[in-house]
Structure formats: structure tokens, C-alpha cells
């Protein structure tokens, strides 16, 4: 259990570098581009935007390539070495002093993303023994769920009140106590006796495993259109104070509490069904969210459902890869974590053009209904795709 909960932090700690950036994107705005935020502050937060798209972009690059070489690596070492690379990471994101040279350190931060949920949720899938790989990365992405709902709106606060480096700097100090809690609790496991870089590789070979990725980088992008531009949404269209955007993550953190639990266990039992559900809840979500976040208790009733919706596709979009993977579970656990960071990117993108062009603070919600459409319709196509080649090749083909 202590080796668990030792894995999950690492989640709590990722949860933190990743979305800390979003409850504090006007005070970034503020201290990086100063003058931009002088002229325009909507300009300026839009541009700040591109600093989580710079993350996001990290975690893509990183997932695969650290998946590939890390092959034959214990996966005990491979985890405390993804610590300390996120540690460094994000102390240089917390000093660095102009806004072009903080996109690079929040780039080179978010390289050992993918790799760690990778690594850790087959990790914790292996101390929890066979018929649980849903579930065990359901454990590591609770650190997520944690995250959103104590320590991104408390480290926000802080943001707000001491500035945001210093919030950075904390949140690298999680860092060293997830790799000292590891160190000490967490078994050796060996990696995959066949885990090869050519073996892991193989796996983006498989027209299937870009289908689904494609699903989870699309579909996925309409919660991070939503939650990048929570912030202002709760400022400048609900009408609260600054004080307030805190309380509305953890409304998004308890929403993604809810929904990854339950994720990780229908997920186990069938998992294009879970899937199916986890897309067509989350386009009502959404919908209801740019419709009734205008008001107080519409901006936290949607933001909690626009959260356990997102995050209950997380186990299940993740077990579909590694089923679509296989002999390449490392590869197929970190292209999940490619696919929601290319979704991170893609929602903060097209979210920040929806508001450069003049749109409003709720036009990204409006996006990102759209993007869960193409998102569901992907998904359908793949299991459509995958129940024919098992049809031809029964015996041999997953899908």
C-alpha cells in the first residue's frame, strides 16, 4: 500500500507542475509580459497560454523516446530517474528569467511526463497483480485527482499571494519528496524480460495504436480547451474574484476524483461500452458548462462534471492503447500521456485563438464540444477497425 501511495504522489507532483500554470495564467501574464499586459490583458493571458502548450509539446517528444530507451531498464530506476530530471525541470522553470527562456524550461520540465505514468502505472499494475491494469494506472492518475483537488487550488493561492516562481519552487520540492518516498518504499521490479527499444518501437508500427491515440489527442483536448481558460472564465464571465478561481479547481480536481475511479474500474469490464459513455458524457459536460458558467453555481456545478468526465476516460483511453499494443506495454502506457498532452496543446491553442479573435472567455468551452465530437467518432472507428482485424486474424491481432 505505502508503495502505491508513494507512486501516486508522483502524480500529485505532476498534477501540480501541469496545472498549476492554468489557475495562474493572468499572474504570469502579468510578471512575464508585462507591457503586452499594460495594452491588452486578454492578449497577454492568450499569449501566456502558449507556455502550457510549450509543456504539453515536452510530454509528446518525451513519452516515446524515453519509452524506447528505457526499455530494459528496472522500472524502480526508471521512476527515480523521471523524478529527479522533474525536479531539475522544474526549478529552472521557476528561475528562469524572461518568458521565452521559462517556454523552454517548461518544455525540457515536461520530457520524463509520459515516461513516469508509463513506468509507474505498470509499476503499481504489477504490485496489484495480474487483471488490474486499468486500475493500477487509475492509482497513479489519482495523484492527478488529488492534485486538482488539494494541491493545485492551494499552490494557486500561493501563486497569487507570494508569486509564482515561488509556487514553482515548491512544487519541485514535492518533486524530492516523491523520489526520497520511492526510494524507500517501492520494490524492484524488473523490466519486461523481452523489452527491447526495437520491441517497444514496433508498436508505432500499428495503424491501431495512432487510431487510438488520435482518439485520446483530439477527443481529450475539449477538457483542456475548457480547464486552460478556468481563470478567467471564473474572473471576467462569472464575475468572482481572483480569490475564487482556486475554489473552481477544486470543483474540476473533485469532478476528476469522481470520474477516474470509476473510470479505472469499467474499464477492467468492458471497455469500448466505458469508452463510448466516458465521450458522450463529457460533450453534454462541456455543453453545459458554456451555458451555465456565466453564474456562480452553474462555473462549479459544470466545472465539477466537465472534470469527472475528462478524467474517466483516463484508465480507459490508457488500458486501449496498451490492449492495441501489444509487447510494448511501456510504449503504449507513455503515447496515452503523448495523446493528452497533444490535447493539452491543442485546447490551449485553439483556445487561445478562439479568444485572440475576439470570442470571449467561454469560445474555448465552445471548441472543445466540437473536438469531443471528432474525439467519440474516432474512438467508434477504431473499435469498428479492430473488431475486423480480429475477424481476419482472430488469433494473432488485438483490437
Known amino acids: 500500500m505505502a508503495a502505491l501511495v508513494a507512486l501516486a504522489l508522483g502524480g500529485v507532483a505532476i498534477g501540480l507542475t501541469e496545472f498549476v500554470a492554468m489557475g495562474l495564467l493572468p499572474d504570469i501574464a502579468r510578471g512575464l509580459l508585462p507591457q503586452e499586459y499594460a495594452q491588452s490583458s486578454s492578449n497577454a493571458v492568450a499569449r501566456a497560454g502558449w507556455m502550457i502548450t510549450a509543456y504539453a509539446l515536452g510530454v509528446v517528444v518525451g513519452a516515446p523516446l524515453i519509452a524506447a530507451l528505457s526499455a530494459r ?3 524502480k530506476k526508471l521512476v527515480l530517474g523521471l523524478l529527479a530530471l522533474f525536479a531539475v525541470g522544474t526549478v529552472a522553470s521557476a528561475i528562469a528569467p524572461t518568458f521565452d527562456l ?10 520524463p511526463h509520459g515516461a513516469y505514468f508509463g513506468a509507474a502505472g505498470l509499476l503499481a499494475a504489477t504490485l496489484m497483480g495480474p487483471g488490474n491494469e486499468a486500475r493500477g494506472f487509475a492509482i497513479v492518475l489519482s495523484g492527478l485527482t488529488v492534485s486538482n483537488v488539494a494541491g493545485v487550488p492551494l499552490i494557486t493561492r500561493l501563486g497569487q499571494a507570494a508569486g509564482w516562481r515561488l509556487a514553482y519552487l515548491v512544487i519541485a520540492g514535492v518533486f524530492v519528496l516523491t523520489l526520497l518516498a520511492v526510494l524507500a518504499v517501492v520494490p524492484e521490479v524488473a523490466a519486461a524480460v523481452d523489452g527491447s527499444p526495437a520491441a517497444e518501437l514496433r508498436a508505432l508500427r500499428t495503424s491501431q495504436v495512432w487510431l487510438v491515440a488520435a482518439t ?4 481529450f483536448a475539449g477538457f483542456f480547451a475548457v480547464n486552460t481558460y478556468i481563470a478567467p472564465v471564473t474572473t471576467d464571465v462569472t464575475g468572482l474574484s481572483a480569490a475564487t478561481v482556486p475554489w ?7 469532478g476528476m476524483t469522481v470520474g477516474n475511479a470509476l473510470g479505472g474500474w469499467l474499464a477492467d469490464r468492458d471497455l469500448r461500452r466505458s469508452m463510448v459513455i466516458g465521450f458522450v458524457a463529457m460533450i453534454v459536460s462541456i455543453t453545459t458548462f458554456s451555458l451555465v458558467a456565466s453564474s456562480p453555481v452553474g462555473l462549479f456545478v459544470g466545472a465539477f462534471l466537465v472534470g469527472a468526465t475528462s478524467l474517466y476516460l483516463g484508465p480507459v483511453l490508457q488500458a486501449r492503447l496498451i490492449t492495441v499494443a501489444p509487447g510494448a506495454q511501456l510504449m503504449g502506457a507513455a503515447l496515452n500521456q503523448s495523446a ?3 490535447a493539452n496543446s491543442l485546447g490551449a491553442a485553439l483556445g487561445s485563438v478562439a479568444i485572440a479573435a475576439g470570442l470571449g472567455y467561454l469560445a474555448p468551452a465552445r471548441v472543445g464540444i466540437v473536438l469531443a465530437v ?3 467518432a474516432l474512438g467508434v472507428v477504431s473499435f469498428a477497425v479492430g473488431r475486423r482485424e ?7 491481432v488485438a483490437g
Open 216 to 219: 485520446g489527442a483530439i477527443g
Open 390 to 396: 480480429r475477424e481476419r486474424t482472430p488469433a494473432t
Open 340 to 342: 493528452m498532452n497533444i
Open 102 to 111: 521559462v517556454m523552454v524550461a517548461r518544455f525540457a520540465a515536461a520530457l
Open 248 to 254: 473552481a479547481l477544486v470543483a474540476v480536481g473533485l
Open 73 to 75: 531498464l528496472p522500472r
Open 374 to 376: 471528432v474525439g467519440l
